[in-house]
């Protein structure tokens, strides 16, 4: 097995870093280093809580680890610390943002998860509820409107059509 230098390495793995996010497949291409070794390298990154995806995808299609490693790295982080990250790791605030908000929920209590889903069956019936009664109103309209058609048809079908009503 052959011996990279530590700087070469580094560098590489810079580059399957965002914002380049170059895929491995393309990395070995060009450096010439097995596509093996890169996802060793990518692997003893992650394991060492490093934020490197390195499949090519944008920042929505990463892991739900990677996700979540970029939300510890920015949780102590000020405002213009988080800018400054974002920049660097070619990410925006608002995902972010939202990583976060997902990272929080997703460790709501039961009790909390059963109201939330209690809450929205309740309304969701309250919809059906409206809708329905909509729907029974129209029918009653359309029915009444083919009704008065029809009774119009027959009018004219008896005294014809010339007259005024």
């Known amino acids: 097995m052959k011996q ?3 700087e070469r390495k580094q560098a590489v793995l810079r580059r399957m870093m965002p914002p380049e996010n170059t895929p ?13 070794t890169l996802y060793h390298w990518r692997k003893q990154a992650r394991s060492g809580g490093m934020v490197v995806p390195g499949d090519g ?17 920015t949780a102590a982080l ?18 972010i943002l939202a990583w976060k908000e997902v990272c929080m929920h997703a460790n709501a209590t039961a009790v909390e998860q059963a109201r ?20 029974r109103h129209k029918e009653k309209a359309l029915a009444e409107t083919a009704a008065l058609l029809v009774l119009r048809k027959k009018m004219h079908a008896i005294w014809g059509e010339g007259e005024d009503e």
Request: overall charge negative.
């Open 24 to 36: 491995v497949r393309v990395l070995s291409e060009e450096t010439g280093i097995s596509d093996v």
């Open 57 to 73: 995808r944008n920042p929505e299609g990463w892991s739900p680890e990677d996700k979540f490693a970029v939300v510890l790295e």
């Open 116 to 135: 939330s889903a209690r809450d929205q069956a309740r309304s969701a019936k309250k919809e059906i509820k409206e809708l329905k009664r909509d729907l």
């Open 4 to 6: 990279y230098p530590e």
């Open 78 to 95: 000020n405002e213009a610390e988080v800018a400054e990250y974002c920049r660097k790791k070619g990410l925006y605030a608002e995902q």
